[in-house]
């Protein structure tokens, strides 16, 4: 909280201040506060357009807090449009398209598991959970709806 008193103060004091706007849309999503993560990464956006997790962020926080599919969707298509090497881009668009296209949901989340193979920063939690995401969503690939059938309760 004080990180994010901080940099929202910072943006406040000096709207032109575009990292302190990131920072405070970051940690705020990070604290599922995602209305007012939006409205500080959206400032940010026009003039930090090559950073997925910018993108990343907004997608997730339109995914989760407001089930704003089209604009989720979106967001994590300019994430990947970033050519991003960063693996979460990957992971959440699986997430994301898990009961549009679960094929390329799949596909996903299985790059995710090969960028992150041999990580040292990567969670093994993590690794897990989307390792068991991937075996159920196998079996769950022609549901009407893949996340329901693999125990996710879609935003």
Known sequence: DRNIAKYSKRFEENPKDWNAAFFAGALLHYQERYDLSTKYLLAAEPHLPE???LYLYIAMNYHRGGGNHARAVEYIQKAVACQASDPDVYYCRGNIFLDDTPRE???????YLNMTRDSFDVPKSKT??????????KTCLDAAKPSECIGITPP
């Open 51 to 53: 950073v997925p997790r």
């Open 105 to 111: 949901a799949l596909k996903d989340l299985e790059r």
């Open 128 to 137: 897990n959970t989307v390792q068991a995401m991937v075996n159920a969503l």
